[in-house]
């Protein structure tokens, strides 16, 4: 995957992510917002995590939207005289000086798919690490080939299953909200 | 379903015949795919969160074409929501099936069916669930509160 590619995505998901926070037209800020996601989905699929982009591209880039759209196709649109938001340049300040401190931390990371990032070590000191515990054994253990997929229903079912219920919640909640609990 | 019956929800529909047939033409091919995530994610990326968000995006689509009225009471509410209780069920169901054979809450391995069936027999159950959700989502936000705006229903 090309440099160029990678640094154009970066430079346009921070474009989007700016823009979405400062201009002022929430309409104008949600089709920004679903530009970004976009962006995200791309960068997902470049740092080799296809669940995530897929979910980042269905939900964030697609019904996240509509749903933002929806809501605010209820309430007035008012027009404004200042395309953006006034900045506080104080605020502007401390998140530059933050921004900073935490990039000072990325060249010390590993480079992206490196063999040698200690997050992917299947055995440290010959112990299975749980990393190399989900790559090796998901096959034996649940028969699929998605490590993803096996840690997700597998060995992590009790937090997906309240991920479920949570999805489900949110429907209760919009539809107890609304006054909308049974459809006639 | 002319375009004044569709201005209830504030979101004005315009009958396009772009956009009805683009539609047409790509909805069966979404909801392949979201049903292809939702049954493959065991093996290939994807899974049951991605694969419902694909096939509820076709009610979106639709309600782009034909109007979300009528794509509302084409899809009846009820369906959705026992759609989604289903699913919840069948999750649920499989979780406490495992404490009857001697395993802990949701332990698959202890199934009499080989845990990838599990798996998949889960996956389909979030899919339902997420696909119920986000359309029920869609429809509903789009008709507002009971009490004001809507069609009162």
Redesign the interface.
Known sequence: MSFTLEIALAVFVVLTAVSAALLRDVLGAIVVFAAFSLGMSIIWVILQA??V???EA??GA??MG??FL??I??TARPSYDKVVESVNFKAVAVVGVLLLLLLSTVPALPEVGSPDSPAVQERVDGELTPYGYYVQMTPE??????A???V???YR??D??G???V??S??VG??VV???EV?? | MSAEEEHEGGSPYTESPVIITTVRAVSPFILTYGIFITLHGANSPGGGFQGGVVMASVAVLFGFAFGIGPTREWIDGRVLLGIVAAGIFVFAGIGLLAPLLNGNVLQLDVMPIAVKWSIEIIEVAIGAIVAGVVAGLFFVLSQGTADNGGDGA
Do not use: I, W
């Not at chain 1, 253990?141 to 998605?146: I, M, S």
């Open positions: 296809p669940d982009a897929l979910t269905a939900v697609g019904v509509v749903l929806l809501t196709a209820k253990d649940t028969g699929v080939q998605n993803v997929a096996a997700l229903v597998f079912g009790f997906t299953f991920e479920a219920v999805v489900f949110a429907l919009v539809l609304l006054g909308r459809e006639r």
